[in-house]
């Protein structure tokens, strides 16, 4: 079985359904030219369990802006988004308090917080969903092979279809088997 769209997104954690939700806003073409293949989307999309996500990501300010003008961030539960005021940071060597570290204040810059420590799998299950909704298809599969042809990109998957696309981004993670391939 073969289809075609325009843009593949190899992964369907945080970066890459971010991604899909910012093609889906602001680029031409239309979402549903945007495909998201994740081999775990059931997983990803599964509801919210009681107990906390150990796995967090530290996000700014700024990431709270992009969230919401993705209409992300209303999908969040306030109750486990948890604001930080301060930060300090500094090399592997130093001390929290030596001469290499940095301090932030929320104080010093006149704003309620610096950002908010948010549960990973609360953050890619709303991203998922938005996408969805955008119009962006999700696809759960895995990637079996890329190869490059005179016109396109075929993305092939572990199931035997295969996916002609334009453009294929690799955001299966630090190890990428897409971008290996």
Request: a negative charge; aromatic letters at 2%.
């Amino acid at each position: 079985m073969s289809r075609d769209t325009d843009i593949a997104i190899v992964g369907g954690g945080l970066a890459g359904a971010s991604m899909a939700n910012q093609l889906a806003r602001q680029h031409s073409l239309p979402p549903e030219r945007i495909v998201l293949i994740e081999p775990r989307l059931k997983e990803a999309l599964a509801p919210a369990k009681e107990e906390v996500d150990l796995r967090v990501s530290a996000i700014s300010r700024s990431t709270e802006r992009i969230l919401a003008a993705c209409g992300v961030w209303e999908r969040l539960s306030t109750g486990r988004i948890n604001p930080y005021e301060r930060m300090c940071v500094w090399d592997e060597g130093g001390k929290a308090q030596g001469s290499g570290a940095i301090h932030f204040d929320c104080a010093d810059l006149g704003q309620p917080n610096l950002g908010y420590i948010v549960e990973n799998s609360l953050m890619q299950t709303a991203l998922l969903e938005q996408a969805r909704q955008a119009g962006v298809r999700l696809l759960a599969g895995q990637v079996a092979r890329l190869e490059s042809r005179d016109d396109a990109l075929l993305v092939g998957l572990k199931d035997g279809s295969d996916i002609q696309v334009k453009l294929a981004i690799a955001a299966d993670g630090g190890d990428s088997p897409a971008r290996q391939m």
